[in-house]
């Protein structure tokens, strides 16, 4: 199971894009997360160098970015973007994804 603290560091990351006017089309970020590809394209399109994206604490847990590209994938098959109340901005709705994500997990501790 992935930690909820590198949700919590892909969130600040893909924040961070959006702070300094990064955006990707919602459909594209769709089609990334159905075909499970999304963290891959992330670093190809935001490479460190020129956006300070940083990903690579995702690496240091077994199977943490397979885990995510899963957790992804079943928001983008099964939930309306509507939903996430995003209808702009395809960063934001990753950030939403796992957003929710997060939440379902902090309730089976009841945090």
Not at 63 to 76: D, P, S, T
């Amino acid at each position: 199971m992935v930690k909820i603290d590198l949700l919590t560091y892909l969130t600040f990351n893909l924040n961070m894009l959006v702070d300094n006017g990064y955006s990707m089309p919602l459909k594209e970020v769709k089609q990334s997360c159905k075909q499970r590809t999304i963290l891959r394209d992330l670093q190809e399109r935001y490479s460190f160098k020129n956006t300070g994206l940083d990903l690579s604490l995702l690496k240091l847990q077994p199977n943490a970015e397979e885990e995510i590209e899963n957790i992804f994938y079943n928001m983008a098959t099964s939930v309306e973007d509507k939903a996430m109340l995003v209808t702009n901005n395809g960063l934001c709705l990753l950030i939403a994804y796992a957003q929710d994500h997060i939440q379902k997990e902090a309730r089976k501790f009841e945090i």
